[in-house]
């Protein structure tokens, strides 16, 4: 069991024998000419995995349960984030494990090292500990994040139990695919502002809000509009 630490080795950085590695928590960085790791499961934590012939010699397993983004590639120069790794992800040279929110915008997803996004102006930036979203003066048009290829697409999705959204400035979001929305949290929705001049626009053509709980719109005005 890993939660966190450097591991570097003439063949492999970890060798978890017969069962494998598992990795619960932490900062793991594993070596190794061969690879980083023989196979791994992956509960928690981040994961850097190097080798010279693959970053995961026999695989790795991430518990449904934890939410990531992989990036892989030969070094750490040219590794892309892969939407859905397979196995063939995890042979690459160079394979990067690091936790991910379940909040997109403008269809990025928040990660443990991606916490601000930025819009045409402005900046979305995640809190994971208060699960707030602030946006500052940010404005952004795009199809969005596609969450179901029935239901639609939003600019700003989110499956939270309870999702605040601050505002600063003025703000404006909208969603320009068909049954878009501007704003989809699969749960509560807090709306809240710091700055009693800003302003929050919200446009989609499905809605410019979605939310399947409470919706709290708190001393503040947000323009909705679905199309």
Same mark, same amino acid.
């Given at each position: 069991?890993? +939660?966190?630490?450097?591991?570097?080795?003439?063949?492999?950085?970890?060798?978890?024998?017969?069962?494998?590695?598992?990795?619960?928590?932490?900062?793991?960085?594993?070596?190794?000419?061969?690879?980083?790791?023989?196979?791994?499961?992956?509960?928690?934590?981040?994961?850097?995995?190097?080798?010279?012939?693959?970053?995961?010699?026999?695989?790795?397993?991430?518990?449904?349960?934890?939410?990531?983004? *992989?990036? @892989?590639?030969?070094?750490?120069?040219?590794?892309?984030? =892969? +939407? #859905?790794?397979?196995?063939?992800?995890?042979?690459?040279?160079? =394979?990067?494990? *690091?936790? &991910?929110?379940? =909040?997109?915008?403008?269809?990025?997803?928040?990660?443990?090292?991606?916490?601000?996004?930025?819009?045409?102006?402005?900046?979305?930036?995640?809190?994971?500990?208060?699960?707030?979203?602030?946006?500052?003066?940010?404005?952004?048009?795009?199809?969005?994040?596609?969450?179901?290829?029935?239901?639609?697409? &939003?600019?700003?999705? &989110?499956?939270?139990?309870?999702?605040?959204?601050?505002?600063?400035?003025?703000?404006?979001?909208?969603?320009?695919?068909?049954?878009?929305?501007?704003?989809?949290?699969?749960?509560?929705?807090?709306?809240?502002?710091?700055? +009693?001049?800003?302003?929050?626009?919200?446009?989609?053509?499905? @809605?410019?809000?979605? *939310?399947?709980? #409470?919706?709290?719109?708190?001393?503040?005005?947000?323009?909705? +509009?679905?199309?």
């Amino acid at each position: 069991l890993a +939660t966190a630490g450097t591991a570097e080795w003439n063949c492999l950085g970890i060798w978890g024998a017969f069962e494998g590695e598992s990795v619960s928590g932490g900062i793991v960085y594993a070596s190794g000419s061969n690879g980083g790791f023989c196979y791994a499961t992956v509960s928690g934590g981040q994961i850097t995995a190097t080798g010279n012939t693959a970053a995961f010699q026999a695989g790795c397993e991430i518990d449904s349960n934890f939410t990531v983004c *992989v990036y @892989a590639g030969n070094d750490e120069d040219g590794a892309t984030e =892969v +939407t #859905n790794p397979t196995a063939d992800t995890y042979a690459n040279k160079y =394979v990067k494990i *690091v936790p &991910a929110y379940p =909040v997109w915008v403008g269809g990025e997803q928040f990660t443990s090292e991606k916490l601000s996004i930025e819009g045409a102006t402005g900046t979305a930036t995640y809190d994971p500990e208060s699960k707030t979203l602030t946006l500052n003066n940010f404005s952004h048009t795009s199809e969005g994040y596609k969450f179901n290829p029935w239901l639609g697409s &939003a600019s700003i999705y &989110a499956t939270l139990e309870h999702l605040t959204v601050n505002f600063v400035g003025s703000n404006t979001v909208a969603c320009s695919a068909e049954n878009g929305y501007a704003l989809y949290n699969y749960g509560a929705l807090t709306i809240t502002t710091d700055d +009693t001049n800003g302003s929050l626009a919200l446009t989609g053509d499905g @809605a410019g809000i979605w *939310v399947s709980g #409470n919706l709290i719109i708190n001393g503040c005005q947000v323009n909705a +509009t679905g199309i």
